[in-house]
């Protein structure tokens, strides 16, 4: 995914008329974010829950109990959801709360919600996409071991098979994992997510078995659900650059574009890890046990669309020295590398770029580029934006308004190099803006904004934002114009 192309393309409002007839125009959530009802209805602990209730993991103390309480207020959201115009919701299943042990029978009380959530969509006309892992596992399989554990896999397939029997007539698109990277590098490696653990190997170790999950999930998917159905996986792939035109630092982007991306692509798209990759960790994990025989070709069943997750680029270089640094790898701050294997790699903020509240640099070429680099590298695979958008420091105003114009402006030039994309020739299918409100925003707990809808938490009312204005009137255009039909 390593790219280096200046596009100079007039950054002009994307107009409904440029992007392809059926284009998906959506937002999304995740079940830990928005859920709330973190005991309710036979509910258990999810790695989660254990983390942000352990001092000091999440900022504030903050945790995910209540949330925005979309579990009891999901017909409101999903009439919010009408207004906007949205003609599809992608949101999480909450693995503890259908399956609360990671194996066994359903709770039915779970399964109702999501039956519940999807006939509301389908009634407002409203395609729902279920995401079923967003990184929600459930405590008791952590305490077997969790993700660097291959028996994970397994029980993440009788998993899938529980919520393609409770909801396969009425959902038609699946995504089996959303950032399998965040799971394992942030979880095993950093530590700035659940689990919090610091070890380099558990997390190759667990990149691997979410490969195999998704594999597995993708069979039993292919052979409960209609054919009709589509299989999809989202990453969250780093467009890498190096700093400079050097052979040290182009190394350095070689190295971050293995762990960050080809990990996964490799094994899932191409049917076997990157070569390079296996000689830059094989210190730490021996790849000739830890793959066994047959598991290329079960990770690397097709899927049907592949969703592109896109913030922000990654922008590297190899120190002169050879050490890491005090870098920003926009992943949070820990004492530990989310990079095994390179840890030697230093990260940087691009200059002149304006920054968002997470401190990302504000860079629309880069989801232009990525996209570009993906649909080369794949041809054939459909593709949708299944996250993209900015938090900001809203504030609601006097008279009860909040104006965004930074993220205004800001799906404006991302969305600008969707359709720049699509005219270029890549196949991008969809667009889901993160995220449809505010919500837990996993180690920055409440403090950070990246809601299309403002949520008052003590309230729970939710305001649109201008930037759901915004939103709602490009994809009224895209209606008016014949691209959408009436409804």
């Known amino acids: 995914m390593t790219a280096v192309r ?41 790695i989660w ?40 919701y992608r949101f999480s299943v909450s693995w503890p709360r259908v399956q609360p042990t990671g194996r066994g029978p359903a709770v ?36 077997a071991g969790g993700w660097p554990e291959r028996v994970t896999a397994e029980r993440f397939a009788d998993y899938a098979d529980i919520m393609a029997g409770a909801l396969g007539d009425r959902v038609t698109t699946w995504t089996t994992l959303n950032e399998p990277w965040c799971s394992a590098f942030l979880g095993y490696g950093s530590g700035v997510h659940a689990p919090g653990r610091t070890e380099p190997a558990a997390a190759l170790r667990a990149a691997h078995h979410l490969n195999l999950a998704h594999g597995r999930a993708t069979e039993v998917l292919r052979d409960r659900l209609p054919a009709t159905a589509q299989i999809s996986v989202t990453l969250n792939l780093h467009h890498v650059r190096p700093l400079t035109g050097s052979a040290a630092d182009a190394d350095a982007a070689r190295r ?41 070709a079960v990770i690397s069943r097709p899927v049907d669309v592949l969703g592109v997750n896109y913030y922000t680029p990654t922008l590297v270089s190899t120190p002169a020295d050879g050490a890491g640094d005090s870098r920003d790898d926009g992943h949070g701050n820990s004492d530990h590398s989310p990079w095994p294997g390179s840890e030697h790699v230093a990260f940087h903020l691009a200059e002149g770029r304006e920054r968002t509240a997470m401190n990302w640099a504000i860079d629309p070429d880069g989801l232009y580029e990525l996209l570009m680099d993906v649909a080369r590298d794949n041809p054939g695979l459909p593709l949708m ?10 504030h609601v105003s006097p008279d009860g308004r909040v104006e965004d114009p930074e993220r205004v ?52 009312r939710r305001i649109p934002k201008a930037s759901a204005h915004w939103y709602a009137d490009l994809i009224r255009r895209q209606r008016r114009m014949g691209a959408l039909p009436e409804g």
């Open 256 to 296: 971050i574009d293995a762990v960050g991306n080809r990990i996964f692509t490799g094994p899932m798209l191409h049917g076997a890890y990157p070569e390079d990759l296996i000689a830059d960790t094989v210190r730490l994990v021996d790849w000739s046990e830890l793959v066994h025989d047959g598991d290329p």
């Open 6 to 46: 200046p596009d100079t393309a007039p950054k002009a409002a994307p107009e409904a008329a440029e992007f392809p007839t059926g284009f998906v125009w959506g937002a999304a959530t995740a079940a830990y974010q928005v859920e709330g009802a973190a005991a309710e209805d036979g509910r258990t602990p999810s």
């Open 409 to 460: 402006e800001y799906l404006r030039g991302h969305l600008d190099a969707v359709r720049r994309a699509v005219a270029a020739g890549a196949d991008v299918r969809g667009y889901f803006l993160w995220s449809l409100m505010d919500n837990f925003e996993w180690g920055y707990g409440y403090s950070k904004r990246f809601g299309a809808v403002y949520v008052d938490y003590a309230t729970q």
């Open 49 to 88: 829950d254990t983390f942000s209730h352990t001092p000091g993991k999440v900022l504030g103390g903050d945790t995910g109990d209540i949330a925005a309480d979309h579990y009891h207020r999901y017909r409101d959201d999903v009439a919010l959801m009408k207004r906007l115009g949205l003609t599809a």
């Open 108 to 143: 039915e009380r779970g399964l109702d919600f999501y039956r519940r959530l999807v006939d509301e969509l389908l009634e407002a006309g409203i395609a729902p996409v279920a995401t079923l892992y967003h990184w929600d596992l459930p405590q008791e399989l952590e305490d």
């Open 385 to 394: 934006v299944t996250e993209n958008g900015a938090a900001f420091d809203d």
